[in-house]
């Protein structure tokens, strides 16, 4: 258990839909990363936030936002879906300065 | 920008016998971090190893050993000892140093364990 929970687990959804994903950090963490693995395009980085502030950004789609709140956990939610929106995505926290990533047991998303 | 390539995508190993994955990347820059990070079928992502570029000499842990060669860009992963619980799909991974500190990823090498 790496101390990084995300929720759900897993969820099923239709195309032209939102969803919102959570994630709870580990305790202390400020940095919550957000990464999307698929058939298509493998592990892919999609958005940082350090201490409720966006540092860095990847491949996200416009479609993509994401937030930190003020107790650290961030949400991405995921609109318009499409069917290649399904994928699993991970939620990995680290604290301040060069620390490993540690991830989150990832929520699948299966789009139809 | 620096991209991490992984030519094996498949791998077999007896149990017990020792098996190498094989990780390159290329960069630019002269400090970062390399990482190899298992997925068993669960799907959760285990760190296995790290190293600091920085480093000269190659990180162990326990069963898991790397090889690193920095001028030819090259950070091989050794399992010794297989064991059938190191089935799993492999993830090479780099990270620059300092603020931000995204991890890119390898396509993956998938590990089976013969008994």
């Known amino acids: 258990d790496s101390g990084v929970t995300q929720t759900p687990k897993h969820l099923i959804t239709a195309t032209g839909q939102r969803v919102t994903l959570r994630c709870s950090p580990r305790s202390g963490d400020l940095s919550v990363y957000w990464y999307q693995q698929s058939l298509d395009q493998g592990l892919q980085f999609l958005i940082q936030?350090?201490?409720?502030?966006?540092?860095a950004k990847g491949n996200i789609l416009e479609r993509f936002s994401a937030q930190q709140f003020p107790d650290l956990h961030s949400e991405l939610n995921l609109s318009s879906l499409e069917l290649g929106d399904s994928a699993l995505y991970f939620c990995a926290s680290t604290p301040s300065g060069d620390h490993e990533q540690y991830f989150g047991p990832g929520t699948r998303l299966t789009v139809t | 920008a620096q991209t991490v390539t992984q030519s094996q995508p498949e791998m077999s190993v007896q149990e017990a016998e020792t098996v190498t994955l094989s990780c390159t990347y290329d960069t630019s820059e002269s400090d970062y971090y390399l990482f190899w990070y298992k997925q068993p079928p669960s799907r959760q992502m285990i760190l296995v190893i790290r190293q600091e570029a920085y480093k000269q000499q190659n990180a162990t842990e326990n069963r898991f050993s790397v090889n690193f060669q920095k001028a030819a860009k090259s950070f091989s992963l050794k399992i010794s000892d297989s064991q059938l619980g190191d089935a799993a799909m492999y993830f090479c991974?780099?990270?620059?140093?300092?603020?931000?500190?995204?991890?890119?990823f390898g396509q993956g090498t998938e590990l089976s364990v013969k008994p």
């Open positions: 991974a780099y990270r620059s140093k300092g603020a931000g500190g995204k991890l890119i």
């Open positions: 936030y350090y201490n409720g502030e966006e540092r």
